[in-house]
Structure formats: C-alpha cells, structure tokens
C-alpha cells in the first residue's frame, strides 16, 4: 500500500480538483506506471479499487475513463469521512452555532408540508418504543427544520450532521444520557420549537431551540 500511496492520492486529486471530470481518460497503465515507479500489477490493484468505488471505468481496447458517477461518488465519500472524524463535542458545537442561525430561513420557507413532516417527525418520537427509534426520528426532526429552509447547502449540511448522529460515539452517550424524563422533556421542546415555527414567531423559535441544544449539550457532555 505504500508504495501505491502516491499513486492512489494523485489520482484522488485529480478527481477532486475537477482536473478530470467524467468521461475523460487516464493515463495508460504503462504511463501511471512510469510516472509513479510502481509496477503494472499496482497500478492495475489501485484502479480496481477505484473501479469498485464506482469512481472510474475501463473498457478493454478503449482505457480507463472517470465514471459519469465520480462527483456523486466522492460526496459520499467526503461525507462518510468526515463523520468518521467528528467528536460529539465537534457536533455539539457545530449545531449550537448553526440550528439558531437557519431559524429565520425556516420561518420564512417553511411550507405546510414542511409543519405537517415536522409534526409527523414528533408523533413518530414519541411513540418509539425504544431509544434508537426515538433517537432516529429526533435527528429527522432537526432535519425537517433544516429542510424547511429551502436551502440545499443548508440540507446538505444538516444530512452530514445527522450521518454523525448516527455513528458509535453520539450513541454510546445518547444510552448513557437519556432518562425517561430527558427523553420527556425534549419531546415537549420539540413540540414547542415547531409551534413557535408555524405561528412564524422568530425571537421565540430561535430561543427554544437554543435552549434545546444547551440541554442536550449539558446531558451528553456535562457542560
């Protein structure tokens, strides 16, 4: 793998930076070989692996070309990294900076589907019978308030952020934090938190869920 390191994060890049896009050939194996002193048969397992990744395609006769699939392919990737790499004191922070801030967008965008999902969101929490469901339908809360927005970097931005809820850390700690009476009380705060939102009221929605996050900041992390 080392000796592929190199090979491997060109490539990566290349992809990254857009200096390939989809449909444009690589270099011939011969060439990649060359370039990076490393021998066909290395070349040939990097490109496997890219292939398998769904990152590029070959064609025997015609080469090795970036997969029409490649940029949505690396999102994922990028996401999935990223997530991998995110501590709940990095999400807690993070959503106490953003979920205020994107309030104002949610008032004034939120349509009736948009309550009515939110609603349904709340229904479905509170009648979870076990804490990975409700959990589940929390985090697809905060989604459907994000999503009210009608902004797709906002959407896209909240998606990571529920990717992380979902990994190992945030669980292990939601297990140890959420007594039935936590659970209670932030089923009563989301209920308020979308109230405040379909009465278009800013000021109270902002201030809720403020006071929602710092709850859960202060059960999770004891701060």
């Given at each position: 793998?080392?000796?592929?390191?190199?090979?491997?994060e060109?490539?990566?890049?290349?992809?990254?930076?857009?200096?390939?896009?989809?449909?444009?050939?690589?270099?011939?194996?011969?060439?990649?070989?060359?370039?990076?002193?490393?021998?066909?048969?290395t070349?040939?397992k990097?490109?496997?692996d890219?292939?398998?990744?769904?990152?590029?395609?070959?064609?025997?006769?015609s080469?090795t070309?970036?997969?029409?699939?490649a940029?949505?392919?690396?999102?994922?990737?990028?996401?999935?990294?990223?997530?991998?790499?995110?501590?709940?004191?990095?999400?807690?922070?993070?959503?106490?900076?953003?979920?205020?801030?994107?309030?104002?967008l949610?008032?004034?965008?939120?349509?009736?589907?948009?309550?009515?999902?939110?609603?349904?969101?709340?229904?479905?929490?509170?009648?979870?019978?076990?804490?990975?469901?409700?959990?589940?339908?929390?985090a697809?809360?905060?989604?459907?308030?994000?999503?009210?927005?009608?902004?797709?970097?906002?959407?896209?931005v909240?998606?990571?952020?529920?990717?992380?809820?979902?990994?190992?850390?945030?669980?292990?700690?939601?297990?140890?934090?959420?007594?039935?009476?936590?659970?209670?009380?932030?089923?009563?705060?989301?209920?308020?938190?979308?109230?405040?939102?379909?009465?278009?009221?800013?000021a109270?929605?902002?201030?809720?869920?403020?006071?929602?996050?710092?709850?859960?900041?202060?059960?999770?992390?004891?701060?």
């Amino acid at each position: 793998m080392s000796l592929a390191r190199p090979l491997r994060e060109s490539i990566l890049d290349q992809l990254h930076t857009g200096q390939w896009r989809a449909g444009d050939r690589l270099p011939t194996e011969r060439e990649l070989a060359d370039t990076f002193g490393v021998s066909r048969t290395t070349v040939r397992k990097a490109l496997a692996d890219f292939k398998q990744q769904g990152l590029i395609e070959q064609t025997v006769g015609s080469g090795t070309f970036v997969a029409e699939q490649a940029g949505a392919r690396l999102g994922q990737r990028i996401q999935h990294d990223s997530s991998q790499h995110t501590s709940p004191a990095d999400l807690m922070e993070a959503r106490l900076a953003m979920e205020p801030a994107i309030i104002e967008l949610a008032i004034r965008n939120a349509t009736v589907a948009d309550l009515r999902r939110m609603d349904d969101c709340c229904d479905q929490a509170e009648a979870a019978q076990t804490l990975e469901a409700f959990e589940h339908w929390d985090a697809e809360l905060h989604q459907a308030i994000a999503d009210a927005a009608h902004n797709s970097f906002v959407g896209n931005v909240f998606s990571l952020m529920k990717t992380v809820r979902a990994q190992g850390d945030w669980g292990q700690l939601k297990k140890k934090s959420v007594t039935p009476e936590r659970r209670l009380a932030y089923q009563v705060q989301h209920r308020q938190i979308v109230s405040a939102l379909r009465d278009r009221d800013g000021a109270r929605a902002r201030e809720l869920t403020l006071e929602h996050l710092l709850q859960v900041r202060r059960n999770l992390l004891g701060y």
